[in-house]
């Protein structure tokens, strides 16, 4: 009981801060949220922010500003620079799943698909989710591993997902 008190707690306070609302878009979401600034940075880079404002629906795995700063030293500099717009957009598009794809989705597509689904990516990339007790995990190309910390934050053209962790196609 304890456990769900601090799980819901920690859902609140990301949802609060998120800026939640159903009546936005995915990136009017974003824009709203302190934990995402790095994010919206990148998806502004990358001109993503049209498509990423279109009907959809789209399912996005998105990365705090924390899950950013793990990344090795220059990383983030290095993609948000002009000259690399397409590699940015290969990075981004990684965290976009055509549809809307809820938490009970999910978790039915793992438990039918026997502790594991792939789904595939806006990118055409692959991820791999599976369940770690009541965490859902994803893993990407690259073997990294990130843990959903917020999930279900719907929105006119799709759902987010908070992640804790940049995934690599």
Request: aromatic share 6%; net charge negative.
């Amino acid at each position: 009981m304890i456990l769900k008190n601090v799980l819901f707690s920690a859902v609140f306070l990301l949802v609060i801060n998120f800026g939640f609302s159903q009546d936005k878009n995915i990136v009017e979401t974003a824009i709203a949220s302190d934990d995402h600034t790095t994010l919206v940075a990148a998806v502004k880079a990358a001109e993503l922010v049209e498509t990423l404002q279109s009907e959809g629906p789209f399912t996005v795995f998105a990365p705090t500003n924390k899950a950013f700063e793990a990344l090795p030293e220059g990383t983030v500099d290095y993609l948000l620079k002009a000259e690399n717009k397409e590699k940015l957009q290969m990075v981004l598009t990684y965290h976009v799943i055509p549809g809307n794809l809820k938490a009970a989705d999910v978790v039915k597509a793992i438990k039918d698909g026997e502790g594991k689904a792939d789904v595939k990516t806006v990118s055409g990339g692959k991820l791999s989710l599976t369940l770690d007790g009541d965490q859902v995990k994803i893993t990407d190309a690259k073997g990294n591993v990130a843990t959903v910390v917020a999930a279900d934050l719907n929105q006119t053209n799709g759902v987010i997902h908070v992640v804790d962790t940049v995934l690599l196609p």
